[in-house]
Nanobody
Framework: QVRPVESGGGSVQAGGSLRLSCSVS?????MAWFRQSAGNAREGVAA??????????YYADSVKRRFTISQDNTKKTHYLQMNDLQPEDNAMYYC??????????????????????WGQGTQVTVST
């Protein structure tokens, strides 16, 4: 099961919290969350690059200090903790992973072109 499997979406009121989970059968180098709302492009929200026991974390400016991406000890499951959710966070959230290391080509962790494997998406709805 290389394709990621997401869970944890739902509906909350503004100011509330949700946690999304994403599981995959092998350890990826890159793992990320993207989101897409109606009429907008898919945007990177948070990402982890993990190699040689080190992990690097990346966030979009719009979610810094509100969202936290993390991984479990197996590195096959990662999470997106979303706090202080706002109506602008309404979107379909997608987990993405990639099993290729950095190599000699720059592969920005929050760009969709970096990822080859995508989950089916999970809806997050925030009401006022």
């Amino acid at each position: 099961q290389v394709r990621p499997v997401e869970s944890g979406g739902g509906s909350v009121q503004a100011g509330g919290s949700l946690r999304l989970s994403c599981s995959v059968s092998a350890i990826p180098y890159y793992m990320a969350w993207f989101r897409q709302s109606a009429g907008n492009a898919r945007e990177g929200v948070a990402a982890i690059y993990s190699a040689n026991a080190n992990s690097e974390f990346y966030y979009a400016d719009s979610v810094k200090r509100r969202f936290t991406i993390s991984q479990d000890n197996t590195k096959k499951t990662h999470y997106l903790q979303m706090n202080d959710l706002q109506p602008e966070d309404n979107a379909m959230y997608y987990c993405a992973v990639d099993f290729r290391g950095r190599g000699s080509v720059a592969r920005p962790p929050l760009r969709r072109e970096t990822y080859n494997y995508w989950g089916q998406g999970t809806q997050v709805t925030v009401s006022t």
